[in-house]
Each structure stands twice: as C-alpha cells, then as structure tokens.
Nanobody, 116 residues
Framework: QVQLVESGGGLVQPGGSLRLSCVASRTFFSIYDMGWYRQAPGKQRELVARVTISGSTNYADSVKGRFTISRHNANKTVYLQMNSLKPEDTAVYYC??????????WGQGTQVTVSS
C-alpha cells in the first residue's frame, strides 16, 4: 500500500523559513509528478508548487520567489523550502504524488502556522 508521510511543519514568525518533506513508501514505484498543496480554514485546497518527472516546476503566483520545490527520486522524496513566510501562508500543507497511470496519492497533511 502506498503511503506518503509529510514532516517539517510548525509555528514560525513572519519572515521566517520552514522546509517541508514528504517521503513515499518503498512500495511506490514509477513516481511521476510530485507536488505540494495547501488548504486554509474555509478555503479550497490549492496548488502551491509542482515538479514533474523531467524536473519542470510551476508555482502559485502567491509563492513565486519565496518557495522552492525539489525532488530526490532515489529517496522518493519531495521538498518544499519556504522562505519569507507570511501569515497568509498559514494552512495545512499536503503532498501529492502521481504514478504512471495518473493515479494520485496524498499525504496526511502538516500544519504550517505563520504568526508573531
């Protein structure tokens, strides 16, 4: 059974940084796209950043220049480096990975709170 486990969330002051990690279980083969999404209270889940199997990336306009997504294929891991965090970045962050059949798998989410 495929499982994704996120880590790295927490409480940080505005302007601070956090690094999220998401690792897939060893049973997950042929990972294609990897991405991070977030959902704030009362809002829909939205794409934050995505990286394809070829290494192409795209970001939400609200995080461009502040967040960086990267992947380590051998370790089945995707990272999200978040700098210059703002209160509006507060949300539950979820990782998603897709396989060669375009089936999606989600992590359980990790809370990021940006507050002074």
């Amino acid at each position: 059974q495929v499982q994704l486990v996120e880590s790295g969330g927490g409480l940080v002051q505005p302007g601070g940084s956090l690094r999220l990690s998401c690792v897939a279980s060893r049973t997950f083969f042929s990972i294609y796209d990897m991405g991070w999404y977030r959902q704030a209270p009362g809002k829909q889940r939205e794409l934050v950043a995505r990286v394809t199997i070829s290494g192409s990336t795209n970001y939400a306009d609200s995080v461009k220049g502040r967040f960086t997504i990267s992947r380590h294929n051998a370790n089945k891991t995707v990272y999200l480096q978040m700098n210059s965090l703002k209160p509006e970045d507060t949300a539950v962050y979820y990782c998603k990975m897709s396989d060669y059949r375009s089936w999606d798998y989600w992590g359980q989410g990790t809370q990021v709170t940006v507050s002074s």
